[in-house]
C-alpha cells in the first residue's frame, strides 16, 4: 500500500516536497517507483522514476528530483521552480516488472498511492 502526502497551494517558482510511504514490506531495490499526475481534463502522465537510476519527463527534468531511502520505505519527489503548469494531483506508484522502454507508461505499475493535490498559483 502507498500513501502519499505533500501537497499544497504556492507560488509560482515556490518549492514542495512530495512523500510517498510504502507499507506491508520493505521497498526492494528491484522495485520501480514513479511519480504521475492528472491535471483536471487531462490523461494521467509521467513524471519521475527511480530504480537505479532516474528517469523524467522532458517537463521536469532540471527542476524535480526523485530520490528514495529503501529503509524508511520512502520515495521522494522535490519540486523546484513550480509552475502553475504543474498543478496536477502528483500520485506515486510501484512496479516490480517495468522494463526500461516502459518506465513512463503506467500501464506496468502494479501499485498506487491516493494522490496528493499541487496547485501553484501564478
Known amino acids: 500500500q502507498l500513501q502519499a502526502c505533500g501537497g499544497g497551494l504556492v507560488q509560482a517558482g515556490d518549492s514542495l516536497r512530495l512523500s510517498c510511504a510504502a507499507s506491508g514490506g520493505a521497498l526492494r531495490t528491484t522495485t520501480t517507483m514513479g511519480w504521475f499526475r492528472q491535471a483536471p481534463g487531462k490523461e494521467r502522465e509521467f513524471v519521475a522514476a527511480?530504480?537505479?537510476?532516474?528517469y523524467y519527463a522532458s517537463s521536469v527534468k532540471g527542476r524535480f528530483t526523485i530520490s528514495r531511502i529503501n529503509a524508511k520505505n520512502t520515495v521522494y519527489l522535490q519540486m523546484n521552480s513550480l509552475k502553475p503548469e504543474d498543478t496536477a494531483v502528483y500520485y506515486c506508484?510501484?512496479?516490480?516488472?517495468?522494463?526500461?522502454?516502459?518506465?513512463?507508461?503506467?500501464?506496468?505499475?502494479?501499485?498506487w498511492g491516493q494522490g496528493t493535490l499541487v496547485t501553484v498559483s501564478s
Open positions: 527511480i530504480k537505479a537510476y532516474e
Open positions: 506508484a510501484a512496479g516490480n516488472r517495468i522494463i526500461l522502454s516502459m518506465i513512463s507508461d503506467k500501464t506496468g505499475y502494479d501499485y
